[in-house]
T-cell receptor
């Protein structure tokens, strides 16, 4: 069935470090792919998305590219800040589907 | 701004009690969803609704029911709460998925503890 696998956390980085959080998916067809972020004490909010192969989603310095050949949608940021500390969820919506399938989440902690 | 509100941030109930979790959205969204969030398991869909009085089971519906009598309101019901239902419950809403990439909007969550 459809699934999303993302790297285990927690990930601890120093401020201004480079961030990569890996995400791979299994799905038939061409799903839409999302990264959601959950800040402490809050619900999830959309960070970025991509709806077709080779699309790049970007927001707040974060980027992710839809790679059909590797079924991946890795999240990257060139220079993280303490305020980026949160839990990050990768998710997919299958073609014609009306539900999201989420990964298990990756907790990021950024220290000074 | 889209707003999804949940009736309580924290709730403590006893085993066997009937529990109601309420969710209200103000954006005229057709779809509404209930998830539970547990460490190491991510978000799992309990139920969703695509219209008033319509519902579909998600991945883990056992022990839960839902009600949607008005478009803006979606309730999750635990008929007889059990300790394994202690969790964070998240409500979300969205427009119908008439094109790819429609966003879901989430409420702040209700942390339910069943003693």
């Amino acid at each position: 069935g459809d699934s999303v696998t993302q790297m285990e956390g927690p990930v601890t980085l120093s401020e201004e470090a480079f961030l990569t959080i890996n995400c791979t998916y299994t799905a038939t067809g061409y799903p839409s792919l999302f990264w959601y972020v959950q800040y402490p004490g809050e619900g999830l909010q959309l960070l970025l998305k991509a709806t077709k192969a080779d699309d790049k989603g970007s927001n707040k310095g974060f980027e992710a590219t839809y790679r059909k050949e590797t079924t991946s949608f890795h999240l990257e940021k060139g220079s993280v800040q303490v305020s980026d500390s949160a839990v990050y969820f990768c998710a997919q919506q299958t073609e014609g589907g009306n539900k999201l399938t989420f990964g298990t989440g990756t907790q990021l902690k950024v220290e000074l | 701004d889209v707003k999804v509100t949940q009736s309580s941030r924290y709730l403590v109930k006893r085993t066997g009690e009937k529990v109601f979790l309420e969710c209200v959205q103000d954006m005229d969204h057709e779809n509404m969803f209930w998830y539970r969030q547990d460490p190491g398991l991510g978000l799992r869909l309990i139920y969703f609704s695509y219209d008033v009085k319509m519902k579909e089971k998600g991945d883990i519906p056992e022990g839960y029911s839902v009600s949607r009598e008005k478009k803006e309101r979606f309730s999750l019901i635990l008929e007889s709460a059990s300790t394994n239902q202690t969790s964070m419950y998240l409500c979300a809403s969205s427009f119908i998925w008439d094109y790819k990439g429609r966003e879901q909007f989430f409420g702040p969550g209700t942390r339910l503890t069943v003693l």
